[in-house]
């Protein structure tokens, strides 16, 4: 997060340093070349800070370049007043105050992918800031050759005429909205969608949703995903043949509700989630993203769904463990149906030079919840390789947001890199590892796992290998009773000063494995591997279906359950 912060001041000052050098070069001194080049750069700035800062403001910086660049192209002429230039002047400056405004009224409409439906007007909206810093770059090249002004007041007129449609447009749909709704909205009548998958989240967040659509898909029912951020709208229309829909306001929610949609399927407690909840004739539920002991997996707003579906009784028992009351009747145990690829084997590491899987997480929202490794783990993998172990190394996506975080896992990053050059083993880190390869093909390709407290652990307890849990909070004794997945594994100490005795029990005979298998049906149910999915899409139909009678829970899971035996 301060990384981007960073970027963005820095990003703010490149911006607007060079605009104010370029002005003053161009309208101050004689050096009319040098200004026109630092004009150049200074759009390529500015370009680069609306990357960073997508909602980011450049009138002034915009009309200052204008200025100074038309200045220097009236000078590179020398022909007194152009009437040619001085129109260009007037078009370019009703620009630079209108494609802001047109740019907000865009990122207002709804926009659709996988619909048989063309928006162009929203979307030429958002491109038009850009559209302007590439005029102003083609009127600084024109005042570099000395073209005649003409030139300069054609592409500004071409310009000018592009907006001048989009307000029109926008215009049109603001004071006289088309009955029955935009081509969005009859598009999703006419595809009768049975339930929506509902996303708020910030950027990074997109394998929430995209680690359930296929099994949304595998429900054979026509659906919608509905987005509230328009970054995941290329990456998630990609993931699905779904429609795909963003909707920037409450008045475009109302516009995509079709009115045959009965249930919403939820990923995350985004503070926007509330917009959707509003709606009481769906069927409210929460599927999360993973199943963890990390205090967000017990989130007391988990209340204000109608169904909570979770991995296994343990879920319910975090609930409890945390002090958040909700009824029973709301919680329906589903399984974890990303894991059902994964394969299971049983009994102690026997390979001569096994694989490690290295999973650490990111450090949170807050210094409470902060269960990142990192900073120990050079000591780790330092005992990982004297064992011979080969490692992959996958980190949390959120990672770079912390820039001391990314310097830390650079470091391991060498550290992986010069051990497979001597070596020759074969170590997985960086896009290898988090783009390459999906979760499931690193735990197939692993013989243990080590991970901080995540929901990395739930899933690898699927495939019943040994695994180490790193107690980052300094927990202690105190460790297996707040975090109980991590008494079926061996515990890191923070200092790392166990890591010794550590491997030896998760490389060698591994003491936990009975142990370990037990949680395994606590934590993910009591469903048969063969068909591992099916309990979640048994309950997802029900939902939709409008017959959800509560499951009681499988035998086994009631026999592993605390309060079962309480």
């Known amino acids: 997060m301060r990384g981007d912060l960073v970027r963005k001041l820095i990003a703010r000052g490149l911006a607007t340093g060079l605009a104010v050098l370029a002005f003053v070069v161009l309208a101050l001194t004689g050096a009319t070349a040098w200004g026109l080049g630092l004009a150049v750069a200074a759009l390529a700035a500015a370009g680069w800070e609306r990357r960073v800062r997508p909602q980011a403001d450049g009138v002034a910086e915009t009309v200052l370049l204008a200025a100074g660049i038309l200045t220097g192209y009236a000078r590179r002429l020398d022909d007194g007043f152009d009437p040619a230039l001085a129109a260009t002047a007037l078009v370019v400056l009703g620009l630079a105050l209108l494609v802001g405004p047109l740019r907000q009224a865009g990122n207002l409409q709804i926009r659709a992918a996988n ?3 063309r928006g162009w007007t929203p979307l030429v909206a958002a491109e038009l800031p850009v559209a302007l810093l590439v005029l102003l770059a083609l009127i600084a090249g024109a005042a570099a050759a000395t073209l005649p002004a003409w030139v300069a007041l054609a592409a500004a007129l071409l310009v000018g005429g592009v907006a001048g449609a989009v307000a029109l447009g926008l215009a049109r749909r603001r004071f006289r909205p088309a009955a029955g709704g935009g081509p969005v909205a009859r598009a999703l009548r006419r595809h009768r969608p049975e339930f929506l998958l509902y996303f708020s989240a910030p950027p990074g967040s997109e ?3 995209t680690m359930w659509l296929p099994y949304l898909e595998r429900l054979g029912r026509p659906f919608l995903v509905m ?4 970054e995941f709208l290329p990456t998630v229309s990609a993931a699905t043949t779904a429609p795909v829909v963003y909707c920037p306001t409450l008045s475009a ?8 949609l009965r249930v919403a399927f939820y990923v995350n407690h985004g503070a926007k989630n509330s917009h959707c909840i509003r709606y009481t004739q769906l069927t409210h539920v929460q599927l999360h993203h993973g199943d963890s002991d990390k205090a967000p997996s017990a989130n007391p707003v988990s209340g204000i769904f109608d169904r909570i579906f979770v991995a296994g009784r343990a879920a319910i028992d975090r609930y409890a463990r945390a002090g958040v009351h909700i009824p029973a009747e709301k919680f329906v145990v589903v399984g974890r149906p990303q894991v059902e690829g994964i394969e299971v084997r049983r009994g102690p590491v026997t390979a001569a ?40 190394l996958r ?13 830390q896992l650079a470091r391991l990053h060498d550290l992986l890199a010069a051990d497979r050059a001597r070596t020759g083993r074969a170590h997985v880190f960086g896009a290898a590892a988090s783009r390459e390869l999906t979760l499931t093909e690193c735990v197939n390709r692993s013989d243990a796992l080590v991970s901080d407290v995540s929901g990395v652990i739930s899933d690898y307890l699927y495939s019943g290998k040994p695994y180490a849990v790193t107690d980052m909070v300094d927990a202690g004794a105190r460790f297996p009773a707040e975090f109980p997945l991590a008494a079926s594994g061996y515990v890191l100490r923070r200092d790392m000063s166990n890591v010794d005795d550590v491997l030896d029990r998760l490389l060698g005979d591994d003491p936990l494995a009975e142990t370990r298998w037990a949680t395994r049906t606590r934590y993910l149910g009591d469903f048969p591997t063969e068909s591992y999915a099916d309990g979640f899409l048994a309950a997802a139909r029900r939902e939709l279906d409008g017959d959800a009678a509560v499951p009681a829970p499988h035998a086994a899971d009631a026999a592993a359950s605390p309060a079962a035996t309480a």
């Open 353 to 392: 030079t096994p694989t490690v899987l290295y999973t650490p997480t990111w450090t949170g929202h807050h210094a409470d919840t902060n269960y990142c490794s990192l900073p120990a783990g050079e000591a780790l993998l330092r005992g990982l390789l004297e064992r011979g172990a080969t490692v992959i």
């Open 115 to 117: 619909l048989p439906v």
């Open 207 to 209: 394998y929430q949703v």
């Open 253 to 260: 929610m109302d516009e995509a509700l079709a009115p045959s």
């Open 227 to 230: 987005l509230r951020e328009p």
């Open 395 to 407: 980190a949390h996506p959120y990672t770079a947001q912390n820039p001391a975080s990314a310097r």
